[in-house]
């Protein structure tokens, strides 16, 4: 008995024509912003050049989150990941913090940690070390 496998389960499905859910929301709110705004500054003895010049903008805005990828991701995450890059510190700066000797198991008992003993190596004893470490 052959049994058929689902492929391509990652893609949206297409909700309206060519567009997904995701696609269709953001052009229909990027122009119903870019138009309310056009209509109310291109009233009659409005600038109609300022109304273009707000909601041209406003509306490229929508159609590029909508469509454009970047990498094979949607512009959305990317700006989110680049956000995220951004507001991140880019150094990592190692604060050592002195700890207690020993290591704690209860609160009644404590673990000390063994002495070893630090000896001086001389030149003998590191080329010998070095032979046996290479072979």
């Given at each position: 008995m052959q049994f058929q496998v689902?492929?391509?389960?990652?893609?949206?499905?297409?909700?309206?024509?060519?567009l997904t859910l995701?696609?269709?929301?953001y052009v229909l709110v990027g122009g119903a912003i870019s138009y309310s705004i056009f209509k109310k500054m291109a009233v009659p003895g409005g600038n109609t050049q300022l109304a273009m010049m707000i909601s041209l903008p406003?509306?490229?805005?929508s159609m590029a989150l909508a469509f454009v990828k970047i990498q094979g991701q949607p512009l959305?995450?990317?700006?989110m990941a680049l956000f995220t890059f951004m507001s991140r510190p880019r150094q990592r700066i190692w604060k050592r913090h002195d700890q207690e000797q020993g290591l704690v198991l209860d609160e009644?008992?404590?673990?000390?940690?063994?002495?070893?003993?630090?000896?001086?190596?001389?030149?003998?004893e590191v080329s010998d070390l070095t032979n046996i470490l290479d072979k």
């Open positions: 689902p492929k391509n389960i990652d893609l949206e499905d297409k909700i309206v024509g060519p995701r696609q269709f929301l406003i509306a490229l805005f959305t995450e990317f700006l009644n008992k404590k673990v000390e940690k063994a002495n070893v003993s630090k000896k001086a190596m001389n030149i003998k």
